[in-house]
């Protein structure tokens, strides 16, 4: 899921080289922890959190395959 979600990231934002992606296993299930730079927040978050809801999405859609319950937070 990491991947996933550093390649979504990198693909929208203007700085690719400051997406960092943490993965970590929690008794919830998978946390990914996406961080881009300060000026490329709005760009990943979207209108309205439109952006941040699709990868989310994409997300939850590939973790279901394994049974896995994975949770994106975007951090600043």
């Known amino acids: 899921m990491k991947d996933l979600v550093e390649v979504i990231a990198k693909s929208l934002v203007d700085y690719p080289d400051e997406v960092v992606v943490t993965e970590t296993e929690t ?26 809801k699709a990868i989310r999405s994409v997300v939850k859609a590939a973790a279901s395959k394994d049974d896995k319950k994975v949770i994106v937070e975007i951090m600043q």
């Open 27 to 52: 008794e919830k299930g998978v946390l990914v922890e996406l961080r881009v730079a300060q000026s490329d927040m709005g760009k990943v978050i979207g209108k309205q959190g439109r952006i941040a």
